[in-house]
């Protein structure tokens, strides 16, 4: 598959390579004034890249913001190591680590988004005088006290046979962008998803990180879950904005409120009753809009 028009039509965006672990290289979009009062990190989750946040991005780059949005490795125009036992949760907060070091960012406002809350969040607790602001969406970085049931979706894509499947069919990109999202997503930008995922190999980071979703205790991503939840107190006085999509199939609203209720001083508002998990297809323009009006009302 040749690159979609679309990538170059909506996502031509200055971007940088870092090295990350083990020298593996990132890819990450870095835009806008390198002297802006604002950095901007947004950080994408599964089985996304940074072209989810295209639309926000442009938004945040017409009120002078610097924006900056990482490929987690394995996924869009970052380094696909080939074996799956390389993704962690923990090595996934490294790389963040890695990354801002590399680029020197200092004062930012972290915006995340699925798996780019644990990873984000892991981040934050680690380095909190590096943090101006939290945005926290459709996102959970809780660990489960207790065994717990996953969704019909995580189930599905949870087990080796299932590793395989979606490797071999992309399978958790195709069936994520017909669950996640209100309205049906255009062919272009199917492709555009679908597009950094064609070797098959570099399909592994998807099913991975389905079965790096924690179901008990146990789980090998409590520990990093853990820790970060229990140094949530430390950075409460962070401003924080909590921003839902209510027709989230697996993130429901229920999440909101526990966001809530670890950092009691953030502001939460429940955006759109329709859109779905990927409210950056479904509504980009409708949680951008409050989002940058709580971030220059906060600065």
Same mark, same amino acid.
């Given at each position: 598959m040749q690159r979609p028009p679309i990538i170059d039509e909506? &996502?031509?965006f200055d971007r940088t390579m870092v090295s990350v672990m083990d020298g593996v290289q990132m890819s990450v979009v870095d835009d806008g004034p390198r002297d802006a009062e604002e950095i901007l990190l947004f950080q994408h989750g599964n089985p996304t890249w940074s072209f989810l946040w295209r639309h926000v991005l442009h938004d945040a780059l017409r009120q002078g913001h610097r924006v900056v +949005?990482?490929?987690?490795v394995g996924f869009g125009r970052s380094e696909k190591p080939r074996s799956p036992a390389y993704h962690s949760l923990e090595r996934h907060i490294q790389n963040l680590e890695h990354a801002i070091d590399a680029m020197g960012l200092e004062d930012?406002?972290?915006?995340? &988004?699925d798996w780019g809350g644990p990873i984000g969040m892991g981040f934050a607790t680690r380095h909190p005088d590096r943090i101006r602001r939290l945005v926290i969406t459709n996102t959970i970085a809780f660990a489960p006290s207790r065994e717990r049931s996953l969704s019909l979706w995580h189930k599905a894509f949870s087990s080796p046979l299932a590793r395989v499947a979606s490797? =071999?069919?992309? *399978?958790?990109?195709?069936? +994520?962008?017909?669950?996640?999202v209100?309205?049906?997503?255009p062919e272009d930008v199917l492709d555009a998803y679908r597009w950094?995922? =064609?070797?098959?190999?570099a399909r592994i980071a998807a099913a991975r990180f389905v079965e790096?979703?924690?179901? #008990?205790?146990? &789980?090998?991503?409590? $520990?990093?879950?853990? +820790?970060m939840q229990e140094r949530y107190v430390e950075i409460q006085d962070v401003p924080a904005l909590v921003l839902w999509a209510d027709a989230d199939p697996v993130m429901r609203p229920t999440f909101a409120r526990k966001w809530s209720e670890a950092f009691p001083k953030?502001?939460?508002? &429940?955006?759109? $009753?329709? +859109? $779905?998990?990927?409210? =950056?297809?479904? *509504?980009?323009?409708?949680? *951008? #809009?409050?989002?940058?009006?709580?971030?220059? $009302?906060?600065?």
């Open positions: 909506e &996502h031509s +949005a990482p490929d987690l930012v406002t972290l915006v995340m &988004h490797t =071999q069919l992309n *399978a958790v990109v195709e069936s +994520a962008f017909r669950l996640g209100r309205d049906p997503v950094p995922m =064609q070797d098959k190999a790096m979703v924690p179901d #008990g205790p146990d &789980h090998e991503s409590s $520990k990093a879950l853990r +820790a953030a502001e939460v508002l &429940h955006v759109s $009753k329709t +859109a $779905k998990h990927f409210w =950056q297809e479904d *509504a980009p323009s409708a949680f *951008a #809009g409050p989002m940058l009006d709580w971030i220059a $009302k906060t600065s």
